[in-house]
Structures are given as structure tokens and as C-alpha cells.
């Protein structure tokens, strides 16, 4: 059965997958594939604009990702998995599309200035240049419809700039891809910073109980209560942004709010139940991903063939472009 529109998404090979990967893309992502063609990228080029230092780690990462993507319920069988470095069309198309976009337009993009801040980077060519080769990723597919987070957007809408500057020039190529966002807030880290593996202020999915319990009770929540009486704020306090997505009882996280709310209860006595419940709903993800770890070889053949899968479609689109812009094979 054809489906009506085709989406590519992906992640940077960064480390395991954390807590806000697992309720702001991974399951909407594994609710879409039956009802889009779904195209999963491993940005693997991506992780170098940030951490190009250390390329020993890169390959333990990717599989950590792939492990924790079908653990989570991404399915190879109903997607394509592709591992981006092993498509060199990618960065082909990357170089052609930065003709099309200016330096000051790269240097407004709202994670750019960010990551230069909270990261301490000096700013390289590559980090400038991450938009153009995340506008490659999508258009190399002809992706109609792009799983963002809110912070994404204003890379989404480079890309809708670039593919429309392009078609004005070349003639109708790329769809404007439009986003899917998720219907969870985005979580905030256990510091109450945005959630990013670099932060160290996750919960991966591959944590132990006893790991998890540990990073929930010594989470950032009101720094204005000295004591367990003290009526407490619930707004901008992550704990009660956590039971809010994960505890299945809402009455129980109502009842909590009201009663911190009145100092009535204790951090600790939220934090220990909101480690239950993260770890009962983390419980079989941890077990199917420690399965499939155990056969790495076969997690390599899994991207492989999704890979394989996917290098005639980027060809042929950079192929058309290619002639489009007057360059001949």
C-alpha cells in the first residue's frame, strides 16, 4: 500500500539515548511508520561539527543509538535505518546547497549561538555549516514531512528556505518539508538546563534502577525550599515535569502537586516514586536493547541494508541536481 508522504529524521551517534529522546521522538517516530514511508538517519558526519576530538567513540555510539531506536520500537522491517557517512551523496548535496545560503543567514540560527555558549566551542566551519548538511539530509530524499522538537524549527525552515531558493533557480525539485511535532513538552534536564548528553543532566535508557534512582533524587527542584514543610513551587520544578509525562496516575500527580504546593510532602517522598515509575516504563526497553547488544554483528548488517536500501534514491536525487545546476558525471 503506498503511503501518502515519506519523512526523514535521525540522530547524532552522541552516546545512548536518553529519557527525552524516548517521549519526544522515538515513540512518535515508532507511531509513524505505518502510516509514512520512514527514512531513520544515523548523522554520524553530525557528531564531528561538535566532537570531532574523539573518533574512537563514534562507532560504540552508533550501535548504542541502533540498540536503543529498536528497542524503543523502531522497526527495520517497516523503515529504512541508514548510517549517513556511508552515503557520500550526503555530503556531495551538502556542498552544492551551500552555495544557495549566506554566512549571516547560518550565523542567526538560534542552536548555533547556543551551543557556542553552552558548549564552549570555538566556531568552525562545520558547526556553522550543520544546518546545510541537516537540509541535505532531508532533501536527498525529498522528505515531505521532518519529526521536529520546537528547538529544530528554525533548522526545518532553512531548509523549506533552501529547497525553495533552489526550485526557483532550477526549476521544481524538493518538496518543502513541513514538521511533526510531538505532542510531549520537551523535558528539562536533571539540572534543569535542557536535557543534552553533553550536559551530563540525562537519564539513558540503558541506566541500571539503581543509576536511575540515584540521578532522581538528586535532581534540581525548588532551590526557595529549605525544608520538607515548606510550601514548594511545582511550575519549572523538573520533577513534576517528569511525573506529568511518565507516572500513568494523573490523580496521584495532582494530588502531589496540591500537597507540595501546601508543604505537605517531601521531595524525597516524590522523587522515590517518580524513580518507580521510570524505571518500571524503562524496564522493558532495557531488557530488548541488552538482547540485541549482545549481537552487535547483527545490529551492523541491520544499518547495512537499510543503507544499501537507501544509496540509489540519494544518488539519483543528487544526479538530478546535479544536471540541474549544470555539472555533468
Same mark, same amino acid.
Given at each position: 500500500?503506498?503511503?501518502?508522504?515519506?519523512?526523514?529524521?535521525?540522530?547524532?551517534?552522541?552516546?545512548?539515548?536518553?529519557?527525552?529522546?524516548?517521549?519526544?521522538?522515538?515513540?512518535?517516530?515508532?507511531?509513524?511508520?505505518?502510516?509514512?514511508?520512514?527514512?531513520?538517519?544515523?548523522?554520524?558526519?553530525?557528531?564531528?561539527?561538535?566532537?570531532?576530538?574523539?573518533?574512537?567513540?563514534?562507532?560504540?555510539?552508533?550501535?548504542?543509538?541502533?540498540?536503543?531506536?529498536?528497542?524503543?520500537?523502531?522497526?527495520?522491517?517497516?523503515?529504512?535505518?541508514?548510517?549517513?557517512?556511508?552515503?557520500?551523496?550526503?555530503?556531495?548535496?551538502?556542498?552544492?546547497?551551500?552555495?544557495?545560503?549566506?554566512?549571516?543567514?547560518?550565523? /542567526? !540560527? &538560534?542552536?548555533?549561538?547556543? +551551543? %557556542?555558549?553552552? #558548549?564552549? @566551542? *570555538?566556531?568552525?566551519?562545520?558547526?556553522?555549516?550543520?544546518?546545510?548538511?541537516?537540509?541535505?539530509?532531508?532533501?536527498?530524499?525529498?522528505?515531505? /514531512? !521532518? &519529526?521536529?522538537?520546537?528547538? +529544530? %524549527?528554525?533548522? #526545518?525552515? @532553512? *531548509?523549506?528556505?533552501?529547497?525553495?531558493?533552489?526550485?526557483?533557480?532550477?526549476?521544481?525539485?524538493?518538496?518543502?518539508?513541513?514538521?511533526?511535532?510531538?505532542?510531549?513538552?520537551?523535558?528539562?534536564?536533571?539540572?534543569?538546563?535542557?536535557?543534552?548528553?553533553?550536559?551530563?543532566?540525562?537519564?539513558?535508557?540503558?541506566?541500571?534502577?539503581?543509576?536511575?534512582?540515584?540521578?532522581?533524587?538528586?535532581?534540581?527542584?525548588?532551590?526557595?525550599?529549605?525544608?520538607?514543610?515548606?510550601?514548594?513551587?511545582?511550575?519549572?520544578?523538573?520533577?513534576?515535569?517528569?511525573?506529568?509525562?511518565?507516572?500513568?496516575?494523573?490523580?496521584?500527580?495532582?494530588?502531589?502537586?496540591?500537597?507540595?504546593?501546601?508543604?505537605?510532602?517531601?521531595?524525597?517522598?516524590?522523587?522515590?516514586?517518580?524513580?518507580?515509575?521510570?524505571?518500571?516504563?524503562?524496564?522493558?526497553?532495557?531488557?530488548?536493547?541488552?538482547?540485541?547488544?549482545?549481537?552487535?554483528?547483527?545490529?551492523?548488517?541491520?544499518?547495512?541494508?537499510?543503507?544499501?536500501?537507501?544509496?540509489?534514491?540519494?544518488?539519483?536525487?543528487?544526479?538530478?541536481?546535479?544536471?540541474?545546476?549544470?555539472?555533468?558525471?
Amino acid at each position: 500500500m503506498e503511503k501518502p508522504g515519506r519523512i526523514l529524521t535521525g540522530h547524532r551517534p552522541t552516546g545512548p539515548r536518553h529519557i527525552g529522546h524516548l517521549v519526544g521522538t522515538l515513540e512518535t517516530w515508532a507511531a509513524l511508520q505505518d502510516q509514512y514511508e520512514c527514512f531513520f538517519l544515523i548523522a554520524d558526519l553530525h557528531v564531528l561539527t561538535t566532537d570531532f576530538e574523539h573518533p574512537q567513540n563514534i562507532q560504540g555510539n552508533i550501535l548504542d543509538v541502533l540498540a536503543d531506536w529498536i528497542a524503543s520500537g523502531i522497526d527495520p522491517d517497516r523503515s529504512t535505518l541508514i548510517l549517513q557517512s556511508a552515503v557520500t551523496a550526503h555530503s556531495q548535496l551538502t556542498t552544492l546547497l551551500g552555495m544557495l545560503v549566506s554566512v549571516a543567514r547560518l550565523s /542567526r !540560527v &538560534p542552536t548555533y549561538k547556543e +551551543q %557556542l555558549q553552552q #558548549l564552549g @566551542l *570555538t566556531p568552525s566551519l562545520g558547526l556553522l555549516a550543520y544546518p546545510v548538511l541537516q537540509a541535505a539530509d532531508i532533501l536527498l530524499y525529498k522528505a515531505d /514531512r !521532518v &519529526p521536529v522538537g520546537e528547538d +529544530q %524549527l528554525p533548522h #526545518l525552515e @532553512l *531548509t523549506r528556505e533552501i529547497a525553495r531558493r533552489f526550485n526557483q533557480l532550477y526549476g521544481e525539485t524538493f518538496p518543502e518539508p513541513q514538521e511533526i511535532l510531538s505532542s510531549t513538552p520537551r523535558l528539562p534536564g536533571t539540572d534543569n538546563r535542557t536535557m543534552h548528553t553533553s550536559y551530563g543532566n540525562a537519564i539513558a535508557l540503558r541506566d541500571t534502577p539503581e543509576v536511575t534512582y540515584h540521578k532522581v533524587m538528586s535532581m534540581y527542584t525548588d532551590p526557595s525550599r529549605i525544608h520538607a514543610n515548606d510550601p514548594g513551587h511545582v511550575e519549572g520544578n523538573p520533577v513534576f515535569a517528569y511525573h506529568e509525562v511518565f507516572n500513568p496516575d494523573p490523580e496521584q500527580v495532582t494530588e502531589f502537586k496540591e500537597r507540595y504546593r501546601q508543604g505537605k510532602i517531601g521531595d524525597v517522598e516524590v522523587k522515590r516514586r517518580l524513580a518507580e515509575v521510570l524505571n518500571e516504563r524503562l524496564s522493558p526497553i532495557r531488557k530488548r536493547r541488552a538482547e540485541l547488544l549482545k549481537d552487535p554483528e547483527t545490529l551492523r548488517e541491520l544499518l547495512k541494508a537499510g543503507t544499501d536500501r537507501a544509496r540509489p534514491l540519494a544518488e539519483a536525487t543528487l544526479a538530478e541536481v546535479e544536471k540541474k545546476i549544470g555539472l555533468l558525471r
